[in-house]
Every structure is written in C-alpha cells, then in structure tokens.
C-alpha cells in the first residue's frame, strides 16, 4: 500500500509494530518479543523483515513469515515486504569493532569518495565533534586504494616491534591502513572471493589499531564481496553515502541502499559531492554533471541529504600535496561542511553503538 511518503525510521516503527500484533500460537508472545524479528529495514517503499534464521524454513516459520508478508504489506506507505533471514557472520575473527565502524561508499567511482573520507576523519580526529576523537582509516577500495596518495603516505606496511601485528601509518593524527600498502609498488590488487571474505576481516583484527572511537572505511564503489566481508566481519555502526548529482551516479547509489538494507546496516545519510563547479573569477556555481539528484534520492528513499559540496580546484591541489583540505585551509567553506558534516555523523554514530562496542562519554 501505497501513499504519502513517510521517513524510513518511521515506516520501520511502524511496521514493527503492526508485527507486534502477531502471536506465536495460541495466547502465546507476539512474534516481535519472541525474538522471531531481528530486524526491519526500510529504503524508500522497500521494507525488509529480517528473521531469526531458526525459526526460517520450519512449517510454523513459513506461516509466520506469509503472515508477516501480509501484515507488514498493510502498513501506509509500505510498497513491498521481503521477509528473508537475516544474514549471518561467515567470520569469528573479531568479538567487536576497534571503534565505531563508518563505512563510506559510492556507487560508482570518481565522485570524490576517498577524498571525503580522509578529510572526515581528519575533521573528527582534529574536534569537529567537539573534542579530538580517536579515528582509523581503513582503505579498502580493493580496485584503486588512494588514501596513502591523499595523506602524504608511500611505501610499505611494517609490523609492531614485536612482529606479531601490522603496525598502522600514523599522519596528520590519524591511524590509517591501506591495501596499498600491502603490495608492491606498481603491483595491481587481485582479491576476489574467498581472499576477500577472509582477508579483510583479518587486516581489520590484524593491525595493531589500539583504542579507536571511530574507524572510518573507504569502501570500494558500487557492490562486491568487500562490502559483504566487511559487514559480516564487524557490526558497521552506518554507512555514509557519496553520490554525483546526475542520474547515473544516483542510481548506482540506490542500489547500494538496498544492498545494505539487506544486509540490516543502517544509512546515516546522503553527500551530494561536485554539486557544481565554482568559477574561480566571479564564484558562480554552475551545475555541471545534473541537479537536484541527491534531493530527488532523499525524497525516493527518506534518507537525509546532510551535505551538498561543489566541486573545487582549491580541494584536489591539497589531495595531492598530501593535506587534507580541512587541515591544509580550515576556514575554507568547503572545510567548515566538511566539519558540520563530521559534528553530524559523530551524534548519530553515538546514537548507534550498541552491545559491546565503545563509545567515549
């Protein structure tokens, strides 16, 4: 069913309590308190419920989840319902995260992913939540690692003194790991499949990252078996999307949506990055690859739009000198949206952690 758009929390509390009016059995708990739901993810009209693998292929099972189906169909603003099992960890290496886990992504490369990454990280390690946190960059763009290139780094990975763990590269006060470093220079990256599965969790549990609060990684664009590895290695506490304005680029962004929501990792919002092209001589902002795309995809899917950054010169000079731009000019205005945006994501990062993962008071 079908109506006026509603926010995708919204449309997950509202499904999960229309869930909540099922019983198991006969004066039995509802389905929601048994535990039979371990999630529900909503993206734009899509609404995933996300059962207890146990309970998934038994003759009760397959009722619960018709009924379900039905129930959650019938919620206003509901287009579809996929009741499936959620997915499981294929990985025990790590008991929890070294941090926060944000994971940044793209749908398609050239958007200025791995540049928006590195200068998040250096704006929260450098206070733009209100005090200097503890921040990891993971760069794993397993098809063109940039971060060591973004922050000044070259050569190769060492271990700790002991010889028992890689020892991260330390710069402009960040920890940061890079597939990149873990090859030869020149050398082109091969992993797929099971070296992806296995050998990502193991860089993530194997690098002596000490005590992080958050672990920002840039994953790499559109969907693969890293971002599958990644989500089941360690609990991702969001993800931040980076999209072009044009429909290409958004496109490819909503069908990462919908992989993560399949996966049950929550969206924290929306960067429209290159927005425009600034004129360097009289500072009109000219929308050179589409408009308005990142606005249409907030009012599709209900995830919020938190930045819009134009493209700038003045940002890819200081990539390649190795300084982040909101360390290299920190009054610019690209570098205070870059803070505003980092201030955000810090309190919905609070918001998220839950279990066993730390966040600092």
């Not at 496109?251 to 990055?273: K, S, T, Y």
């Not at 731009?325 to 609070?350: C, F, G, I, K, N």
């Amino acid at each position: 069913m079908t109506g006026i758009p509603v926010s995708d929390n919204d449309l997950e509390r509202r499904v999960r309590s229309a869930l909540g009016n099922i019983t198991v059995g006969e004066g039995g708990p509802d389905v929601v308190s048994a535990g039979h739901v371990a999630a529900v993810v909503a993206t734009g009209g899509a609404v995933r419920v996300l059962l207890d693998p146990q309970i998934v292929g038994t003759e009760d099972g397959e009722a619960l989840s018709e009924i379900m189906r039905e129930v959650a169909g019938a919620v206003p603003g509901v287009a579809r319902v996929i009741v499936k099992p959620r997915p499981q960890s294929i990985t025990s290496i790590l008991a929890e995260a070294p941090g926060a886990v944000l994971a940044v992504h793209s749908g398609k490369g050239g958007v200025g992913k791995s540049t928006l990454s590195v200068n998040l990280a250096a704006a929260l390690a450098h206070g733009a939540a209100g005090r200097p946190l503890r921040v990891g960059l993971l760069d794993a763009d397993v098809y063109g690692p940039s971060v060591p290139l973004l922050l000044g780094v070259s050569g190769r990975a060492e271990t700790t003194a002991d010889g028992s763990r890689i020892a991260p590269v330390e710069a402009h006060g960040l920890k940061m790991m890079s597939l990149g470093l873990m090859m030869p220079e020149g050398k082109p990256l091969a992993w797929r499949g099971a070296l992806v599965s296995e050998g990502l969790p193991q860089l993530i549990a194997e690098v002596d990252w000490g005590e992080l609060d958050v672990l920002v990684v840039d994953l790499p664009p559109g969907t693969s078996d890293v971002h599958l590895a990644l989500a089941q290695a360690v609990p991702i506490a969001g993800v931040l999307a980076v999209t072009a304005p044009g429909q290409i680029s958004t496109d490819d962004v909503r069908r990462g949506l919908e992989m993560f929501a399949d996966i049950a990792v929550p969206c924290l919002g929306l960067v429209e990055n290159m927005s425009t092209v600034v004129c360097r001589k009289c500072g009109t902002e000219t929308p050179l690859f589409g408009a308005d795309g990142g606005a249409e995809l907030e009012r599709e899917t209900g995830v919020p739009l938190l930045a819009q950054i134009p493209f700038l010169r003045e940002v890819l000079l200081a990539s390649e000198t190795g300084v982040p731009m909101v360390l290299a000019e920190p009054d610019a205005p690209y570098s205070q949206t870059v803070r505003a945006l980092a201030q955000r994501l810090a309190q919905d990062l609070a918001a998220q952690m839950k279990g066993g993962a730390k966040w600092p008071n």
